[in-house]
C-alpha cells in the first residue's frame, strides 16, 4: 500500500522559512517523480515543483522560483521542499504527490499522471 505522509508545515512570519517533508512508504522512490502542489483559500491547487526521478530534472513554478529548494533522500524514502522568504501569498494547504516521471521530465507542473497524494500540510504566513 503506497503512501504519502507531509509535516513540516507551520505558521511563519514573512521572510521566514520551511522545510517540508514528504515521507513515501509502499513504492521504490528511484522511479516516481515526485510533485509538490499547494491550495490556497478560494483558489485551484496549483503546481509548484517536481522532480522527475533520481536520474530526472526538477522544475519550479515562477511563482516560488529561486526561493524554494527540492531534495531526496532516497535512502529515507522521504523527499523534502525548503520554502524561504515566505510571503503572505504562499499561504495554503501543500501536497506532495507521486506518479509517472514523464510529465515532469518534460517540465509539466500539473496534476497529470500523479496517482498517489499526501493529506496535506498547512502553511500559513503571517505577522
Known amino acids: 500500500q503506497v503512501q504519502l505522509v507531509e509535516s513540516g508545515g507551520g505558521l511563519v512570519q514573512p521572510g521566514g522559512s520551511l522545510r517540508l517533508a514528504c515521507a513515501t512508504s509502499g513504492l521504490q522512490l528511484d522511479y516516481y517523480a515526485i510533485g509538490w502542489f499547494r491550495q490556497a483559500p478560494g483558489k485551484e491547487r496549483e503546481g509548484i515543483s517536481c522532480?522527475?526521478?533520481?536520474?530526472?530534472?526538477?522544475h519550479f513554478a515562477d511563482s516560488v522560483k529561486g526561493r524554494v529548494a527540492f531534495s531526496r533522500d532516497n535512502a529515507k524514502n522521504t523527499v523534502y521542499l525548503e520554502l524561504n522568504n515566505l510571503k503572505s501569498e504562499d499561504t495554503a494547504v501543500y501536497y506532495c504527490?507521486?506518479?509517472?516521471?514523464?510529465?515532469?521530465?518534460?517540465?509539466?507542473?500539473?496534476?497529470?499522471?500523479?496517482?498517489?497524494w499526501g493529506q496535506g500540510t498547512q502553511v500559513t504566513v503571517s505577522s
Open positions: 504527490a507521486a506518479g509517472n516521471p514523464l510529465p515532469c521530465l518534460m517540465g509539466q507542473l500539473t496534476e497529470t499522471g500523479y496517482d498517489y
Open positions: 522532480s522527475s526521478n533520481k536520474a530526472g530534472s526538477t
